[in-house]
């Protein structure tokens, strides 16, 4: 029986991907930063291990709880929304740390025992903003695009010792925490300048009637990535991630 670890497991994609694995006899170790036992199927199966992916102790007390790993999903990440003036430096490096350093310092911490075997995967959840540019997002969208890049690079270091990387592109999904995660770090709102700008762009998420992307199609874009070695490196999900891949 294979074992998936998996970030950012309170919600959204980590949980409907916890599930998904679940219910397909594996082993599931989920994380999150407050552990919850409510938020997934009881099961013998599953081990529920507190990792707060900016904490070296933390991601290694992780890694020695969770034993022997397969397959690591890192989905774990915090969405941030404001034009460029509106952001400080300080929330950068928070949504970089996460996002992106995290993403990093998780995959350090697995690969020995990955090397050791010569067999893993590292999956590596991204946005769909990385398609496609849209405004109030730069800084959030380059946290997710420095992992494409260093996910592809991080492929071809460990090609040669039997394990695969991949990156899942979610679209946009209402499903999930990502406005109530952006707006928990909002304090001053949007700056008065760009306040045309964040009118239209609300108004037409108001009005955008487009496909969006649910948790499911995640998942199971996750399990694709897991389970079949054929799988491309890049692989969009949702409806409307898959359009703008194409």
Not at 40 to 69: F, H, M, W, Y
Not at 135 to 149: E, F, H
Request: glycine share 8%.
């Amino acid at each position: 029986m294979k074992t998936v670890l998996i970030t950012g497991c309170s919600s959204g994609f980590g949980a409907e991907t916890a599930s998904y694995f679940l219910e397909r006899d594996w082993k599931v170790v989920a994380t999150m930063r407050a552990p919850r036992q409510d938020i997934l199927p009881r099961s013998e199966q599953l081990k529920i291990i507190p990792l707060d992916v900016t904490d070296p102790n933390s991601i290694r007390a992780a890694v020695n709880a969770a034993g022997p790993i397969d397959v690591l999903v890192n989905n774990a990440g915090i969405g941030w929304l404001n034009a460029l003036e509106g952001t400080s430096m300080d929330i950068a490096r928070d949504v970089f740390e996460t996002n992106a350093l995290g993403t990093m310092a998780m995959t350090q911490a697995v690969l020995p025992q990955f090397r050791e075997r010569r067999a893993g995967v590292v999956i590596n959840v991204t946005s769909s903003v990385t398609l496609k540019a849209l405004p109030l997002l730069s800084v959030y969208t380059a946290s997710k695009a420095a992992v494409n890049a260093f996910t592809e690079v991080l492929a071809l270091e460990l090609e040669p010792f039997g394990i695969r990387a991949h990156i899942v592109l979610p679209g946009r999904s209402p499903e999930t925490r990502f406005g109530e995660n952006a707006r928990s770090r909002m304090q001053g709102g949007f700056p008065e300048p760009y306040g045309n700008l964040v009118q239209r762009v609300f108004a037409g998420w108001q009005q955008d009637q487009s496909p969006v992307t649910r948790s499911i199609d995640v998942a199971e874009a996750i399990w694709r990535a897991a389970t079949d070695p054929s799988s491309p490196m890049r692989i969009p999900a949702g409806a409307d991630a898959v359009a703008l891949a194409g």
